[in-house]
Structure formats: structure tokens, C-alpha cells
């Protein structure tokens, strides 16, 4: 009687079960769905709010650059840097804003699955694109006004963080960017298979911030480096920005619909 007794103690809980490949992807899907029924006003804001949450890891970088530099080897650096590098996306992720780089495979999968049309998609990327863009942009004016102003962070800082973004030529870039919207996307479908909330942060901290360490190009984070640089450096150009923000883009794109939202779902579905 106390061996039945407990075994069924020790009865696994149906909660902690891992989920299915399956479950996730449906998960993705209906959420990529609710996205799509949005009101296009509301889609927008919640990207602008993402554009100005996001900012955050640019002033911890820029504020742990500004107090350390010179005193720490390129190494602890490179290492500070990765480490601040995830606060933006725990604000944005578990705040549940709209990121353009989470969206390039959750929205491609209600496509795939015949729900929405492309045309649909396209304009969603559009808005979300646009809204962290200009959020990000609100963002660097008061950053680049404050920071300096207040002293928690150096003006230099702003060139320092910008050139290790521009300093590339396109195809670098492209690839750069193309791994890391492949890790975007593996972003969103881990927080997908994760039921907790701490579960989600440490899954954020650990892809997050093995983006910032590599250096690899994300094209909303790197757009606030870019222009701060831009505003408070002559060293960096509009070219430079321009340049960097294209094959960003395209490569953040390319990297979380191809490697993440198609091959998932051929995996699970063909």
C-alpha cells in the first residue's frame, strides 16, 4: 500500500512535460494570427514602444563603455558590452512589444500555413518596421542629448559602438546579420516552448547575448549605435548608415524566415 502510495506521488506533472514540436508551432502560428487581426494603430505603437525599450541596451553599453574603458583589457570589454546587451530585448520580449526581428519568422508562418496572404505580411513587417525604427530614433535624440549632458556617458562612446557596426564591407554584414536573424527566430521559438517567466529571461540573456558578444548586426539595436554615432561623430556618414541599415535588414530577414519559420515548418508539417 505505501509502494502504490508513493509511486503515485511521484507521478509525473503533466505541466512539466517539455512541449511538442507541434505544439510550439501552432503556438507561433495562432500568435502570429492574433498579430494580423491587430488594428494597424495599435500594431504600430506597441513597435514604436518596442524602438524605444530596445534603446536600453545601447545606454548599458554605452554607460559600462564610458566607465570602463581604458581600465579593463579589450577582452573584459568585449565582455561587459554582451553582458549589458541583453536588457532591450527582456523590456521588449517579455513586455510584449513588437520587434521587427521576432516578427521576420512568427508572422511568416501564418503565410506558410495559407491563413494570411502575403500581401498581409508584408504590410505588418512594414508597420512593425517603421514603428521600432522611429521609436529607436526618439530614442538616440534624447539619449545622445542626455547621456553626455548628465556624464554617465561619454560622447566617444557613441563612435566606439558605431564603428563596430559599419566598419565592414556589405556581404559582411549581410552574413552577420543573416546568422543573427537565424538567432532571432530561434528567440522566439524558445520563449514559445518556455511556460515560465524566468525560464524566458534566462533564454533571452543567453541568445541575446551571445549576439552582442560576436558583434553580429541586428538591424533595430544596431540602427540606435548607428545613429548615435552618426550624430555626434563626423567619423561616421549617412552612407554608413545607409549602408549598414540595407543589408541589416535583408539579412535579419533572410535569416529568421529561411532558417527558423521555413525549415520549422517543413520539419513539422512536409
Not at 113 to 119: A, I, W
Not at 204 to 230: D, K, Q, W
Request: proline share 3%.
Amino acid at each position: 500500500m505505501l509502494k502504490k502510495f508513493l509511486k503515485g506521488s511521484q507521478a509525473p506533472d503533466p505541466q512539466s512535460k517539455p512541449k511538442e514540436s507541434e505544439e510550439i508551432l501552432e503556438e507561433q502560428i495562432d500568435a502570429g494570427i492574433k498579430e494580423f487581426k491587430r488594428s494597424n494603430r495599435n500594431l504600430f505603437v506597441s513597435a514604436f514602444t518596442a524602438g524605444l525599450e530596445i534603446g536600453f541596451s545601447v545606454l548599458l553599453m554605452g554607460t559600462l563603455y564610458s566607465l570602463f574603458v581604458g581600465k579593463v583589457s579589450p577582452e573584459s570589454m568585449s565582455l561587459l558590452l554582451a553582458i549589458s546587451y541583453p536588457i532591450g530585448f527582456i523590456f521588449v520580449i517579455i513586455g510584449r512589444s513588437e520587434l521587427f526581428t521576432e516578427h521576420t519568422a512568427l508572422a511568416l508562418l501564418p503565410v506558410l500555413n495559407g491563413s494570411v496572404t502575403l500581401r498581409n505580411l508584408l504590410i505588418l513587417w512594414t508597420i512593425v518596421y517603421v514603428g521600432n525604427i522611429i521609436g529607436g530614433l526618439l530614442f538616440t535624440l534624447l539619449l545622445v542629448q542626455i547621456g553626455p549632458s548628465v556624464g554617465f556617458i561619454q560622447v566617444d562612446s557613441f563612435y566606439h559602438l558605431a564603428k563596430k557596426m559599419v566598419d565592414y564591407d556589405w556581404n559582411t554584414i549581410l552574413f552577420s546579420a543573416l546568422l543573427a536573424g537565424w538567432m532571432m527566430g530561434l528567440l522566439g521559438w524558445l520563449v514559445t516552448s518556455s511556460k515560465e517567466t524566468v525560464s524566458r529571461i534566462f533564454v533571452i540573456i543567453l541568445i541575446t547575448s551571445v549576439i552582442g558578444l560576436a558583434g553580429l548586426h541586428h538591424c533595430i539595436v544596431g540602427s540606435i549605435e548607428v545613429l548615435a554615432g552618426l550624430i555626434t561623430s563626423d567619423k561616421i556618414s549617412m552612407l554608413d548608415y545607409v549602408k549598414f541599415q540595407t543589408w541589416a535588414t535583408i539579412g535579419n530577414v533572410l535569416g529568421g524566415t529561411i532558417f527558423v519559420a521555413v525549415l520549422k515548418f517543413g520539419q513539422i508539417r512536409i
